[in-house]
């Protein structure tokens, strides 16, 4: 577990990196809306989570007895052979700036790399400034554009990718939900 401070109430908070569960669901969705994601919605994530060896879906848990809700962020990736590929990561608009999309993003490489991974690839909306510097600072960089790739609103989609091998390992201190405490 690591410590950070709520940006809305100067609380210092716990949090912790853990593997998400079916009961998590309705807090992952309801993340989801309000991050103005593509909607994948409570069976795409639970299909996801049923049917896959290969996923790696995690959540960012905080211990502030304030708030109804738990889950600060998640993030949904899976393992194509030796390809990761990152689905979705999204931060509640409060608790984001405090590091939680990186140590999440941070984690999910980890293990990928641990379970065989030799690079990671996304797609990010042109206009996503926030998202592309999270992974760039993760290691990723643009390396191709779709043009009208996604919807409402249509956008271009950037490709970024990284190599697993380019990559010097850097991690948070987040207590990890595969055993390993990153140092
Ligand atoms: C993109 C997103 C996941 C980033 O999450 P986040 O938790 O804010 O990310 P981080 O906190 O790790 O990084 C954001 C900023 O906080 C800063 N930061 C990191 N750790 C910090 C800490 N301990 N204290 C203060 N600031 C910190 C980072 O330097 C970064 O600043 P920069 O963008 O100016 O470089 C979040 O903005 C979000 O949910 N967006 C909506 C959904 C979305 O677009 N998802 C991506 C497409 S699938």
Redesign the pocket.
Known sequence: MAA??SAATGEQINISIERMTEHDLVEVCA?EEV???SAWGWDAYHNEMQSRLDTIMLIARHDLKSQQDQIA?FIVARLYADELH????????E???????????QTTLDEARKRGAKIAQ?E??AG?A??Q??YA?CGFTVVGRRKNYYRDPTEDALLMSLSFSDLAHKS?GFRGPFGQTSS
Do not use: C, D, K
């Open positions: 950070t401070e993340i991050s103005e994601l962020g990152v689905n979705n990561v999204a931060v509640r608009p608790f984001r700036g405090q590091g939680l999309g990186s140590a999440l993003l996304l990010v909306r996503n926030e998202a510097r999270l600072r948070q």
